[in-house]
């Protein structure tokens, strides 16, 4: 009867949707950083612009690879952005955020008892 449950999303998967979700906090705090200059963010609205564009490389009727075509631009986009701005504000960024990450993950931590158990069965005598 010991049922071993399986988890609904692998861990693989959260460390992906967790590293994107960093790299777009990033991206986030980067926009709004006074000391980044406003040619590299201009890079954000050009793309939002592209992606909601008709004009595409690939036709978006295409079910799939019209989709493709603009995740890929998305993600360039990304890329270069964050390649274009100074490393020593990225870096800064990087660490402040990996810093709220840690944070995050140690108030969780205060909240879990730590102990062990053992199964006692009915027929075994103290």
């Not at 449950?5 to 990033?26: D, F, I, M, N, Y």
Request: net charge negative; glycine share 4%.
């Amino acid at each position: 009867m010991n049922q071993q449950k399986t988890p609904v999303v692998s861990p693989e998967t959260v460390g992906v949707v967790a590293q994107t979700l960093r790299t777009l906090q990033l991206v986030w705090r980067l926009v709004f950083d006074s000391r980044v200059s406003f040619l590299p963010k201009l890079i954000i609205p050009a793309t939002f612009a592209y992606v909601i564009s008709p004009i595409d490389l690939i036709p978006d009727v295409i079910l799939g690879l019209g989709q493709l075509d603009d995740i890929g631009v998305v993600m360039l986009a990304i890329a270069l952005f964050i390649q274009l701005c100074p490393r020593k504000i990225v870096e800064e960024h990087r660490q402040a955020i990996a810093r709220q990450v840690a944070g995050t993950a140690k108030a969780d931590d205060e909240n879990v008892i730590d102990g062990s158990y053992r199964e006692v069965k009915d027929d075994e005598s103290h």
